[in-house]
Every structure is written in structure tokens, then in C-alpha cells.
């Protein structure tokens, strides 16, 4: 069984770039759930993909974007980049549905904005 | 909307003795998850341990178990038998049944003396 993947590992951007992260969900798992980790904190949700579709959103504004490839990978795009954008990304995938509850993380990417 | 509150910023404990974490959440939700995640400086995001809302039992998992106070929303962890590769942050997370996004609280950091 194939855990959570994720690349690259961390980047260094500059103010008003674009990144893209990337996330290759666990063996069977239909459904990514994207978290942003500042430092010292607790990981805040930014939004989950569920079969290539959006399935929640928290409260990011909408240069975080997303997609779902029909293998169930999935990236995060950000646009404009500003230095509170930097921080730990996390993927988490799960089966979705009743069995959302159940998500299982990836190792991050380190972005670093200056 | 739901919280997740940890109080303690900072533990540490002897190796081989015993350190309890504690949690609380606010939710006005009757079915829901409830979980300790462990993060080590590898960043891996790992599940310690899930307590599933609806059981009175407290679950456990080798050396860690949980204190689940539906009533008072009170959900901590205690780790037996500490050991050096406990050392790491640990987040209480939180998610209703069939919801899409875990909810964390801030962190605890756990340091393990020899």
C-alpha cells in the first residue's frame, strides 16, 4: 500500500509569484484535503477535492485553487504569493464520504515566501 | 462552528514515566471524531489515536490512551511509559461525522528526557 506522497519537498518563492504544489493520494483514496501549518500552529483547512470536484472550502481567499486529476492526485495553486503564505502544506487523503474521518497526511511542503 | 482548545504549550516528562495532554472542544454537534496526531520534526503528520463520539468507551492504543468527557468536551491523551521517540508536537483534532475537514487545536510540544 502506497502512503500519501508529496512534492517538492520545499521552495523558496518571491512576493507575487505563483507556486503549485503537488499530492498523490494513498492507494484507493478518492478524496484530498489540503491544509495550510504556519509555524507554531495548528493546520488549517483549506479546501478538500472529493471524484475531481470541490467538496468544502475554509477560509482562504481564492488565489488557493485547486484540482483533482482522475487518479486522484491533486494540486494546490497559489497566486500572488504574499509572505503570510509562507508555511508547511499538507495533503491528506481518505475515502470520502462516511469515511472522511479517517485522513491520512502526507510529509509536507515547506514553502518559504520572500 | 467548531474549536479545538490545548492549553498547554509545553510538557515535558522522564523517559519511562507518564505525561497526560489535555484538550478541549466546543461543538454544537452530537456525531463526531475526535483524535490525537503526533508531528515530529520529520514533519509527518501520524494518528496516535481515534475516539469515536458515539462509544463510552475510552480507547487505547499500546501506551496511549484517552480521557473522553463527552458532557464536559474534555479529550486528553496520556502517554505511558514515555519514550525518547515521543518527543514531538502533538495536535487534538476534531471532525463531525461525514464532515470534510479536521479541526486542530494548537499544539503541545512533548519532550522526552533521558
Known amino acids: 500500500e502506497t502512503g500519501v506522497t508529496q512534492s517538492p519537498t520545499h521552495l523558496i518563492k518571491t512576493r507575487g509569484q505563483q507556486v503549485t504544489l503537488r499530492c498523490s493520494s494513498q492507494s484507493g483514496h478518492n478524496t484530498v484535503s489540503w491544509y495550510q501549518q504556519a509555524l507554531g500552529q495548528g493546520p488549517q483547512f483549506i479546501f478538500q477535492?472529493?471524484?475531481?470536484?470541490?467538496?468544502g472550502r475554509g477560509n482562504f481567499p481564492p488565489r488557493f485553487s485547486g484540482l483533482q486529476f482522475p487518479n486522484y492526485s491533486s494540486e494546490l495553486n497559489v497566486n500572488a504569493l504574499e509572505l503570510d503564505d509562507s508555511a508547511l502544506y499538507l495533503c491528506?487523503?481518505?475515502?470520502?464520504?462516511?469515511?472522511?474521518?479517517?485522513?491520512?497526511f502526507g510529509p509536507g511542503t515547506r514553502l518559504t515566501v520572500t | 462552528a467548531q474549536t479545538v482548545t490545548q492549553s498547554q504549550p509545553e510538557m515535558s516528562v522522564q523517559e519511562a514515566e507518564t505525561v497526560t495532554l489535555s484538550c478541549t472542544y466546543d461543538t454544537s454537534e452530537n456525531n463526531y471524531y475526535l483524535f490525537w496526531y503526533k508531528q515530529p520534526p520529520s514533519r509527518q503528520m501520524i494518528l496516535v489515536i481515534r475516539q469515536e463520539a458515539y462509544k463510552q468507551q475510552n480507547a487505547t492504543e499500546n501506551r496511549f490512551s484517552v480521557n473522553f468527557q463527552k458532557a464536559a468536551k474534555s479529550f486528553s491523551l496520556k502517554i505511558s511509559d514515555s519514550q525518547l521517540g515521543d518527543t514531538a508536537m502533538y495536535f487534538c483534532?476534531?471532525?463531525?461525522?461525514?464532515?470534510?475537514?479536521?479541526?486542530f487545536g494548537g499544539g503541545t510540544r512533548v519532550l522526552v528526557k533521558p
Open positions: 477535492y472529493y471524484r475531481e470536484e470541490e467538496n
Open positions: 483534532a476534531f471532525i463531525k461525522a461525514a464532515g470534510n475537514k479536521l479541526t
Open positions: 491528506a487523503s481518505s475515502l470520502g464520504g462516511i469515511l472522511n474521518y479517517e485522513q491520512y
